[in-house]
C-alpha cells in the first residue's frame, strides 16, 4: 500500500529536510516514528527538500508499506511517536503511480520579514529581520522582472543538483501588515536557495542600494556572484504543493496558520 501524507513542521531543531547520516533531519525522524507504527522499516520521499531552519505548513511525502493500519494510525498515531516540532496533518492512501515529487506541478513558498530597527524576541526563528527601511513599491517594480520562465542561476546555490536552471516563477507577491513584509512566491519547482536569494536581492532594492531594473541585470547575468547574499532561513515557510485533482489529497486552510504568525 502507497501512503501519502501532509506534513508540517517548525525546522529550527533540524539539519533540513533530506536525511542525513547522523539522523538530525526532519525526513530521519519522521522515518523512525512511521517505522514504529508499521512494525518494519519504513521510508519516504519528499515533494522537496528544505534547508536547516526552514519551517513547512505542507510538506507532502509518500512511503510504501505492508502494514495494514487505519488511516488514523499514520496520522494520530505517527503524531504520538513524533516530537512537538513536527505533526502529521493528514494521511491519504494513493495508487503506486503517485509520486510525491514527480506527480507535483507547483510549489509555493512564504517568506515572512519582519522590518523594524529591533530584532523580535517573540518571532526569533520564525520570522527574518531586516533594521533598514524597505521601499515595498521599489521591491515590487524589481520583483516583475523575474516572472515567467527564465534561467534562474544567479538565484541558485554553488550546491544546486537540479539538472537544468530553467524554472517557471508563476507568482511573486510582496505586501506589509504593519511591521511584516509578507513575500508569496509560486513556480512549477525551485532551485536550491532560489527563493531566499531572490528575498536577498529584493531586500537590496528595497534599501535603495541598487534600483529596481537591477534585478533584470542579475536575472540576465547568470552569476550568482553579483547577487545579493542569500538571506536567513528563519521566514521561510513551504506553504503548499500543488497536485492534480485526480490524486484527491486534502486540501488544509494553511492561511489562517500564517495569518497567526503575522
Keep these: 500500500m502507497r501512503i501519502a501524507l501532509g506534513v508540517e513542521y517548525d525546522g529550527r531543531k533540524y539539519c533540513g529536510w533530506q536525511s542525513q547520516p547522523d539522523g538530525c533531519t526532519v525526513q530521519d525522524t519522521?522515518?523512525?516514528?512511521?517505522s514504529q507504527i508499521a512494525d518494519e522499516p519504513v521510508a519516504i520521499l519528499a515533494a522537496g527538500r528544505t534547508d536547516t531552519g526552514v519551517h513547512a505548513l505542507e510538506q507532502v511525502?509518500?512511503?510504501?508499506?505492508?502494514?495494514?493500519?487505519?488511516?488514523?494510525?499514520?496520522?494520530?498515531?505517527?503524531?504520538?511517536?513524533?516530537?512537538?516540532?513536527?505533526?502529521v496533518r493528514w494521511a491519504h492512501p494513493v495508487p503506486d503511480e503517485f509520486h510525491a515529487r514527480f506527480s507535483a506541478h507547483g510549489r509555493s513558498?512564504?517568506?515572512?520579514?519582519?522590518?523594524?530597527?529591533?530584532?523580535?524576541?517573540?518571532?526569533?526563528?520564525k520570522t527574518g529581520w531586516f533594521h533598514l527601511p524597505l521601499d515595498i513599491a521599489a521591491m515590487q517594480a524589481a520583483a516583475q522582472c523575474l516572472l515567467g520562465e527564465h534561467d534562474f542561476s544567479a538565484f541558485r546555490a554553488s550546491e544546486c543538483q537540479a539538472k537544468s536552471p530553467i524554472r517557471?516563477?508563476?507568482?511573486l507577491e510582496i505586501r506589509r501588515?504593519?511591521?511584516?513584509?509578507?513575500?508569496?512566491?509560486?513556480?512549477?519547482?525551485?532551485?536550491?536557495?532560489?527563493?531566499?536569494?531572490?528575498?536577498?536581492?529584493?531586500?537590496?532594492?528595497g534599501k535603495g542600494k541598487h534600483p529596481p531594473e537591477w534585478l533584470a541585470e542579475i536575472l540576465d547575468?547568470?552569476?550568482?556572484?553579483?547577487?545579493a547574499p542569500t538571506f536567513a532561513p528563519?521566514?521561510?515557510?513551504?506553504?503548499?504543493?500543488?497536485?492534480?485533482?485526480?490524486?484527491?489529497?486534502?486540501?488544509?486552510?494553511?492561511?489562517?496558520i500564517l495569518g497567526e504568525l503575522l
Design 109 to 125: 513558498y512564504r517568506y515572512l520579514l519582519i522590518n523594524r530597527p529591533v530584532r523580535s524576541a517573540i518571532h526569533a526563528g
Design 177 to 205: 501588515e504593519g511591521e511584516m513584509l509578507i513575500f508569496d512566491l509560486s513556480a512549477d519547482a525551485f532551485l536550491h536557495h532560489m527563493v531566499r536569494n531572490i528575498v536577498g536581492c529584493l531586500v537590496y532594492v
Design 30 to 34: 519522521l522515518q523512525r516514528a512511521l
Design 61 to 87: 511525502a509518500h512511503f510504501d508499506t505492508r502494514a495494514e493500519r487505519p488511516l488514523s494510525a499514520w496520522i494520530r498515531g505517527v503524531n504520538a511517536a513524533l516530537p512537538d516540532s513536527i505533526a
Design 234 to 256: 528563519d521566514g521561510l515557510y513551504l506553504r503548499r504543493i500543488q497536485y492534480e485533482a485526480k490524486w484527491g489529497l486534502p486540501q488544509m486552510d494553511n492561511e489562517t
Design 168 to 171: 517557471n516563477l508563476r507568482q
Design 221 to 227: 547575468g547568470r552569476e550568482r556572484r553579483l547577487a
